[in-house]
């Protein structure tokens, strides 16, 4: 039903650790069973470096959990936007599935709630889901270059997903594929870059406000620190921390991996 490539890079060994502890399983077995409990299959997704050291430590993780897609591109901050669009294009040609979910290594999921809200019926053949958040030109200076497209559309603001974790149905992402690289405006913002994107494809936009919880609760997908972290504030510890409540760890799923 759906790949979700969890986005990590080369100084986040510590969190793939705390991940690998809690609800990615670092056993083939135990990801194997999550796999199939929840029809959807789960990666980190990583690029390169020109770091020999570095790079070598990644082989040997590979190698011992196989749990990886390695991308071609350089893996570092200010190219976040361009390790996006590949994901999504490597992503889509490795897996066929009804979404594409891109999330960041450090927020808490709850995989088995994931997989209902993706297989919920939809009208919409193009669906964008994620906890959506307004840019606001007139207020938000960091996107005043947002300026034509407000004016095209009449509006004085338009909806793009939080970063952390976001859904892109497969007919978005064939989409995405079909295009070249130069022809996307790329903007240092990963979700606000995204989001125009999905303004420009006349998407639906399905706001899931599961998808931020601040907390664990009987519906919650995805948990971090938010507002006052993009993700989990202490992900490495609080990972574990959270892995520890019953409110974070009860359900089918999650029990059968034990």
């Known amino acids: 039903m759906a790949f979700v490539g969890i986005h ?18 670092s056993d083939p077995d135990g990801h194997k069973r999550l796999e199939e409990a929840t029809g959807m299959a ?23 959990y196989d749990d990886f897609i390695q991308l071609d591109i350089e893996d570092e901050y200010s190219k976040l936007t361009y390790k996006t669009l590949a994901f999504f294009k490597v992503s889509y040609a490795l897996f066929e599935a009804e979404f594409y979910v891109k999330v960041d290594d450090d927020i808490y999921i709850r995989p088995d709630r994931l997989s209902l809200l993706l297989a919920k019926e939809r009208s919409h053949l193009q669906t964008y889901i994620g906890c959506m958040k307004k ?11 947002y300026e034509p497209l407000y004016s095209l559309t009449g509006k004085e603001y338009f909806l793009y997903a939080y970063g952390a974790i ?89 029990e059968s991996d034990k």
């Open 135 to 145: 840019g606001d030109v007139f207020t938000d200076p960091e996107h005043r270059w």
């Open 8 to 25: 990590t890079g080369f100084s986040s060994v510590g969190r793939r650790q705390s991940l690998r502890k809690t609800w990615f399983p």
């Open 42 to 64: 789960f990666r980190f997704i990583i690029g390169r470096t020109n770091d020999k050291s570095k790079m070598s430590a990644l082989k040997r993780e590979i190698a011992e």
């Open 166 to 254: 976001y859904a892109l149905s497969t007919d978005i992402v064939s989409n995405l594929v079909a295009f070249r690289n130069n022809s996307f405006r790329m903007f240092s913002n990963e979700d606000v870059t995204l989001g125009a994107w999905m303004l420009a494809m006349n998407v639906n936009h399905e706001d899931a406000r599961e998808l931020c919880a601040p907390e664990c609760t009987l519906t919650s997908i995805a948990v971090w620190d938010i507002p006052k972290c993009s993700g989990l504030c202490n992900p490495e510890q609080r990972m574990l921390e959270l892995h520890q409540m019953d409110t974070c760890i009860h359900s089918p799923t999650m």
